[in-house]
């Protein structure tokens, strides 16, 4: 079994929609929780970063976790066709140690 | 400023031949990773270094693969000799990482990718 396992997807939706994208672990040591965000083509890049248990907003971003559960959530407000991409949770033990990433969900937004 | 910069983009060669994969990471970043993403498995760390030493190698997948870092500007993962199911992306990624004791973030920074074919 890995360590972090995400939703698979992929997953289609009307513009404007919201977009709930989520994975669980099995290792209580992780401490940091990140979701990157991956266009077709490129490299992961960074969207959200948080710390232990809670939720963080950054614009129509919500990042949520629980480490009771052993649960996240990226929540994605009036979705938009550019954020069609593959969304990646990402955990790690420390602050600058090595990333342990999920499969990825690929979302598509309609117009 | 500059992202980190990975070269080849593509890289299609056959069975047996040596490939070599090259990182030049983000100046000041004192972390550097070797990813490799195949549909299959995801994202998977092969290596990392912290101030160019090896610090975890666990994911490198068997002794063909090898990596270096012999500065802070520059690394490498070589594949000796290659084969079909080494095809994939392989991502190098930095980060600022630990900066006098002090963790700054833990943020990876990765290159656009070397998406390796072996025929």
């Known amino acids: 079994q890995k360590e972090v396992e995400q939703d698979p997807g992929p997953l289609s939706v009307p513009e404007g929609a919201i977009v709930s994208l989520n994975c669980t672990y099995s290792n209580s040591a992780f401490q940091y929780f990140m979701w990157y965000r991956q266009y077709s083509r490129k490299g992961p890049e960074l969207l959200m970063y948080?710390?232990?248990?809670g939720n963080k907003e950054d614009g129509r971003f919500t990042a949520q976790v629980d480490k009771s559960s052993k649960y996240i959530s990226l929540f994605i407000r009036d979705s938009q066709p550019s954020d069609s991409a593959t969304y990646l949770c990402a955990m790690s033990y420390t602050n600058a140690g090595k990333s342990t990433f999920g499969d990825g969900t690929t979302l598509t937004v309609k117009p | 400023d500059a992202g980190v910069i990975q070269s080849p983009r593509h890289e299609v060669t056959e069975m047996g031949q040596e490939v070599t994969l090259r990182c030049k990471p983000i100046?000041?970043?004192?972390?550097l990773f070797w990813y490799r993403q195949t549909m299959m498995r995801g994202l998977e760390l092969l290596i990392y270094?912290?101030?160019?030493?090896?610090?975890?190698d666990s994911g490198m997948p068997e002794d063909r693969f090898s990596a270096k870092m012999p500065n802070a500007s520059f690394s490498t993962l070589k594949i000796q000799p290659s084969e079909p199911r080494d095809s994939a992306v392989y991502f190098c990624?930095?980060?600022?990482?630990?900066?006098?004791?002090?963790?700054?973030?833990?943020?990876?920074?990765f290159g656009e990718g070397s998406r390796l074919t072996v025929l």
């Open positions: 100046s000041g970043h004192n972390s």
């Open positions: 270094f912290n101030n160019n030493v090896p610090i975890d």
């Open positions: 990624a930095s980060s600022l990482g630990l900066a006098g004791g002090q963790v700054i973030t833990g943020e990876l920074f």
């Open positions: 948080t710390y232990s248990s």
